[in-house]
């Protein structure tokens, strides 16, 4: 195996560091966009075609372009945030782009699964737009977004193997670098299985925190 223990677990920080960072931000923006979405639709409690017909679009559009299509294009845009187009703090900019439309509908598809009944019962006791958000919708699709969060998380993880094309590190780009590129099947299977291992834990962990809150 060409790669050492070191190189791995440098790559091992660099894909939880971009993609903790990038969850966190693309979570800051998926979410309310996803609230946005849910509450603008027809016959919800802030019914507004305009703000749906142009957020929903918009968000599909995001969402078609390739990851490693957005990557590219938005490295100008990039090193106006970060100061540089290369590295890991580069590769955070376009994965928030990338998640935070998939964690908007996602979130939109787990809020839509609340009953309208608990709604209608919070609009009869004169709860405010807000308070509806906040006490009823997000409370009741709690579990659902924990899940919806696990899946942004995983998808994530696989796109940070893709931001090794600026140079962003991670098990991913470790595993293109050199087990792909010069054709080390060891290194390979190790940093897969690097993979497999994490995404594993994503998702038990996810499911866990999920079945706890539903049986409050």
Not at 73 to 101: D, E, K, M, Q
């Amino acid at each position: 195996m060409e790669i050492t223990a070191d190189q791995l677990s440098t790559a091992f920080g660099d894909t939880l560091y971009m993609v903790a960072l990038s969850l966190i931000f693309s979570g800051l923006i998926g979410l309310p966009l996803g609230v946005l979405l849910v509450i603008t639709r027809k016959g919800h409690i802030m019914d507004n075609k305009w703000i749906f017909n142009v957020l929903n679009p918009i968000i599909n559009i995001v969402r078609s372009v390739p990851f490693i299509i957005l990557l590219v294009a938005i490295i100008p845009f990039t090193r106006w945030i970060v100061g540089t187009g290369i590295g890991s703090n580069a590769a955070i900019v376009p994965l928030v782009f990338y998640a935070a439309p998939y964690i908007a509908r996602l979130v939109e598809n787990s809020l839509l699964e609340v009953d309208k009944g608990i709604i209608e019962a919070a609009q009869a006791m004169g709860a405010t737009t807000w308070q509806i958000i906040y006490r009823f919708l997000i409370p009741e699709g709690l579990s659902s977004l924990i899940l919806t969060f696990t899946t942004a998380t995983i998808g994530l993880v696989g796109a940070t193997a893709m931001a090794g094309a600026v140079g962003a590190g991670g098990v991913g780009d470790l595993a293109l670098a050199y087990g792909y590129q010069r054709f080390d099947t060891m290194t390979m299977v190790v940093t897969v299985a690097v993979l497999v291992i994490i995404v594993q834990l994503l998702q038990s962990t996810g499911n866990f925190v999920s079945r706890k809150i539903r049986r409050r």
